[in-house]
Every structure is written in structure tokens, then in C-alpha cells.
């Protein structure tokens, strides 16, 4: 797993980024051909991070990783492995951070943390959050899995926690609430709780204009006259509140 905290730059100033960035490209080359040179056949990963300790990462989020993997060609010999206190430093939610990479074909692993909302920093804690866990979960189901990745902490419990026995229980909760969020989102899957709302809220592209969009046969002077002709245009709701409620339905069990 590579991981490329501090592959960045301070200021763009003294910086040459191509150079850089084609130089990092270089070292996971040499990686991949030592690999095969000494018949290593383990996944590839690339973990990233936005900030901490270099101010501009060149492996920011998911979205940048992938796009770097794919302009230099590396996009089949690397996936990613996500940390959720990494998604909370780059403005996401881990679960974001799943989807990009699993709708890219680049979910590989996670490291299932949890971070503080109100800091900029990592503080690795043991997860605990049953939304964050659920929702995680989801993705990880509706992925199909994690291939050949995995699921480690990459957690530390509080300095204020010394006692050998907070390290036992801090694994404890953490392991508990991936289960309990792994039930949550089998229930939410088993019931297609959020695949109705989904299917609900773009049931127009599957006919008349929208299947048009869809299947490419759409021009944007056909689009302006359906505009046009298509007076007053009716919204719907999103019904995200009662999507919420179903969530904590499918949490608590209810």
C-alpha cells in the first residue's frame, strides 16, 4: 500500500508539478516491474490524502487518484484503500469516497476510522458512528465487496485513555459497530429501501425525453424545443427527509 502523505508541494512557486507528478508516476512503474520481477502478486494500493503533512497532495481524494492513475496508465495494476478520517480531512463523507472509487472499477480496501468533524487533522479514532458505519457498508454491499482488500482500523484510542484495557474495548466498539452497521445495510438492501427512492426520482430518463438523453439520441436543439414546449415543468420532491427516517428505521430496527 502506497501511501503518499508526503507527496505534494508547498508552494507552487518553486515547484515544477509536471515533473513531479511524472516522477512519482516512475516510482509506481518501477514498483510494478519489481513486483513481476520477484513474482510479488499482491494487490496494489494507493491510500489517499488531501492534507497533513504537505499542504497540496498531489493524491487528494478518490477522484484525483483515479484521474492520476489513469493518465499514466496505471489504473490496472493499482485500486485504492479509503480511510474515513482522510474523507473528513478532503470535505467528504467516506461513503462519497467509496462510491467514486467503486463506480471506477477502484474500490480496494479501507481503513474504517473515524475522524473529528471540528479538526483538521488526523485523529484516527475507533469507529463508533452507526450512520457513518451503515452507510459505509452499503457502499461496500452494493459494491459486491472489496475484491482482494480488506477492513483494518488504522485507529488509536484517546491519550486520555491509558489503561490496557481501552485498547480491548475500543476494538470492541469499533468491530461492533461495523457489524451492527453491516445489519443495518443488508436490512436496507434486503427491503431496497433506498433503490425505490432512487428508481423513483429518475424514473424519467427510462422514457420519452429523458430515455432520448440516455441512449444518446438527444441533440441540444432537440432538447431546447422540449424545453420550450414543456410548460409549466413539474418538480418533485427529493424526499430526503423520509429517506432519513428510513435510515434510522433500518438502524434501529424498527
Known amino acids: 500500500m502506497f501511501w503518499g502523505g508526503r507527496e505534494g508541494y508547498e508552494s507552487l512557486l518553486n515547484t515544477d508539478m509536471a515533473l513531479e507528478l511524472d516522477n512519482l508516476a516512475r516510482l509506481y512503474r518501477m514498483a510494478i516491474d519489481y513486483a513481476k520481477e520477484i513474482g510479488f502478486d499482491a494487490q496494489f494500493l494507493i491510500e489517499p490524502k488531501p492534507k497533513e503533512p504537505t499542504k497540496h497532495q498531489?493524491?487528494?481524494?478518490?477522484?484525483?487518484?483515479?484521474?492520476?492513475?489513469?493518465k499514466y496508465g496505471l489504473e490496472n495494476h493499482f485500486k485504492l484503500n479509503l480511510e474515513a478520517n482522510h474523507a473528513t480531512l478532503a470535505g467528504h463523507t467516506f461513503e462519497h469516497e467509496i462510491r467514486v472509487a467503486s463506480i471506477n472499477g477502484m474500490l480496494g480496501s479501507l481503513d474504517a476510522n473515524q475522524g473529528d468533524l471540528l479538526l483538521g487533522w488526523d485523529t484516527d479514532e475507533f469507529p463508533t458512528d452507526l450512520y457513518a458505519t451503515t452507510l459505509t457498508m452499503y457502499e461496500v454491499l452494493k459494491a459486491g465487496g472489496l475484491g482482494r482488500g480488506g477492513v483494518n482500523f488504522d485507529a488509536k484510542v484517546r491519550r486520555g485513555s491509558f489503561e490496557p484495557e481501552d485498547l480491548f474495548h475500543a476494538h470492541?466498539?469499533?468491530?461492533?459497530?461495523y457489524a451492527w452497521g453491516l445489519k443495518a445495510a443488508a436490512r436496507l438492501i434486503e427491503g431496497k429501501v433506498l433503490d425505490a427512492f432512487v428508481e423513483e426520482r429518475y424514473r424519467s430518463f427510462r422514457e420519452g425525453i429523458g430515455a432520448d438523453i440516455v441512449a444518446g439520441r438527444a441533440t441540444l436543439a432537440s432538447l431546447?424545443?422540449?424545453?420550450?414546449?414543456?410548460k409549466p415543468i413539474r418538480n418533485e420532491s427529493g424526499r430526503l427527509e423520509r429517506i432519513r427516517a428510513a435510515l434510522n428505521e433500518a438502524i434501529f430496527g424498527v
Open 224 to 230: 431546447e424545443q422540449y424545453a420550450l414546449q414543456n
Open 172 to 177: 470492541i466498539a469499533g468491530m461492533d459497530a
Open 58 to 70: 498531489y493524491d487528494f481524494d478518490a477522484a484525483t487518484t483515479i484521474a492520476f492513475l489513469r
